[in-house]
């Protein structure tokens, strides 16, 4: 069975800092590139970062320099280390194994739901001013 859990969300003071977790079952990112994604209130869901098999990374321009993907492949578990945090990077927060269909105004929960299989269930991260 397939699955994505993320966890590390929380709440935290401008400036502060977080890890998010996603841990994964069923597959190996041998198999898969790996995406994090963000649903901030009253947008559509938007591309965060992402991490491929070979290992390269991509970033939004809203998060270079200041957010960090990586993967422990012996965990299972891929990371977003996210650094000076403001009040604009409050969301929930969503892993997923698949270049999700971003731009196409739709809600992260609705994407995840046609997907279940690639999609964690999201985690709120919530930046206080």
């Known amino acids: 069975e397939v699955q994505l859990v993320e966890s590390g969300g929380g709440s935290v003071q401008t400036g502060g800092s977080l890890r998010l977790a996603c841990t994964v079952s069923g597959f190996t990112f041998d198999d898969s590139d790996m995406y994090w994604y963000r649903q901030t209130p009253g947008n559509e869901c938007e591309f965060v970062s992402t991490?491929?098999?070979?290992?390269?990374?991509r970033y939004a321009d809203f998060v270079k320099g200041r957010f960090t993907i990586s993967q422990d492949n012996a965990k299972n578990t891929v990371y977003l280390q996210m650094n000076s945090l403001s009040p604009e990077d409050t969301a929930v927060y969503y892993c997923?194994?698949?270049?999700?269909?971003?731009?196409?105004?739709?809600?992260?929960?609705?994407?995840?739901?046609?997907?279940?299989?690639?999609w964690g269930q999201g985690t709120l991260v919530t930046v206080s001013s």
């Open positions: 991490i491929s098999r070979d290992g390269s990374t």
């Open positions: 997923a194994a698949e270049d999700g269909p971003i731009g196409l105004g739709q809600t992260c929960a609705v994407i995840a739901g046609t997907a279940p299989d690639a």
